[in-house]
């Protein structure tokens, strides 16, 4: 058997990295055959321990590049929400193609699933419910976003399967119509137990892109209101620019920029040094 993965990036600095690096693991003892495509070329692509280079679909002739590796199933990673919101249509070939194969999606987060306008709302503003026509009338979206995405839902119905990891993505699911008996629960990925330790000072770790939907504006917030100035948040990932200088400001409004640290990017072997000397793991995501 052979699954070509369509991602936006096999670079570790997005989550699915591990999710997919986990699972080339563990499917190869079955010998299913695992190929990667990308939306888009990376600059950090090349950090990735798939030992491949990784085509991208600008550098492909799609009916070629799917006659050679003749996949039999086709797994979707990707936000279309993304396409949306930006006019690009560069995916819709390989998708009309894939019609011809098996497919599976995986909904990482939300984002797929909840009106597309979500991905570029102001920092700190959300809108996290599935769009209907109420939000037209409303002025929120568009009448020609809202029959692109109402489109886009309606084709993700008819793949074979959708994979999801949590209750939020799934009760938006089920509002949205999509069939239970071809949804399916995937739990957290975690091989075994690992040897950490509780850390011995009051240090607060996040460890995550540095993105509006990651729900770092409600973190720093609450970090504002400990009573205490016995602690440190350390926020580990990659950002834009643009959102870090954001966030720096917030946290010197607040009051706490002395007390937050921005790692940036860190490799998975450099992050166990802070997962070991920290009390508090946060999870502020909002998708």
Not at 151 to 168: H, P, Q, R
Not at 244 to 250: E, G, R, V
Not at 261 to 276: A, D, N, W
């Amino acid at each position: 058997m052979k699954i070509l993965h369509f991602v936006r990036s096999v670079s570790e600095i997005y989550g699915t990295y591990t999710y997919l690096h986990n699972m080339r693991e563990d499917m190869s003892k079955y010998d299913v055959e695992q190929i990667y495509l990308c939306y888009e070329p990376s600059k950090q692509d090349n950090k990735n321990v798939f030992n491949q280079s990784v085509t991208s679909l600008d550098q492909i002739n799609v009916n070629e590049f799917m006659k050679e590796e003749n996949p039999d199933i086709i797994h979707f990673h990707d936000v279309v929400s993304h396409y949306l919101i930006t006019n690009d249509t560069k995916y819709k070939e390989f998708y009309e193609y894939s019609k011809r194969k098996i497919r599976v999606r995986t909904l990482h987060d939300y984002s797929s699933v909840v009106c597309p306008n979500y991905l570029k709302y102001p920092e700190g503003i959300f809108c996290e419910e599935p769009v209907n026509e109420t939000c037209v009338k409303k002025n929120c979206i568009s009448k020609e976003l809202f029959d692109k995405y109402n489109e886009y839902l309606e084709e993700i119905k008819k793949y074979d399967g959708i994979f999801y990891f949590s209750d939020n993505v799934k009760n938006t699911m089920q509002k949205l119509g999509f069939n239970k008996d071809k949804s399916y629960y995937i739990p957290p990925l975690v091989k075994e137990q690992q040897d950490f330790s509780e850390g011995k000072k009051n240090n607060i770790l996040f460890v995550g892109r540095i993105a509006n939907e990651k729900g770092l504006v409600d973190l720093l917030h609450a970090a504002a209101l400990l009573k205490t100035d016995n602690w440190h948040l350390y926020i580990a990932g990659a950002d834009s620019m643009k959102y870090l200088k954001y966030l720096l400001k917030l946290a010197d409004n607040l009051k706490i920029i002395n007390k937050v640290e921005f790692l940036g990017f860190l490799p998975h072997e450099k992050l166990k040094t802070y997962f070991l000397d920290s009390k508090i793991m946060s999870f502020p995501s909002t998708c």
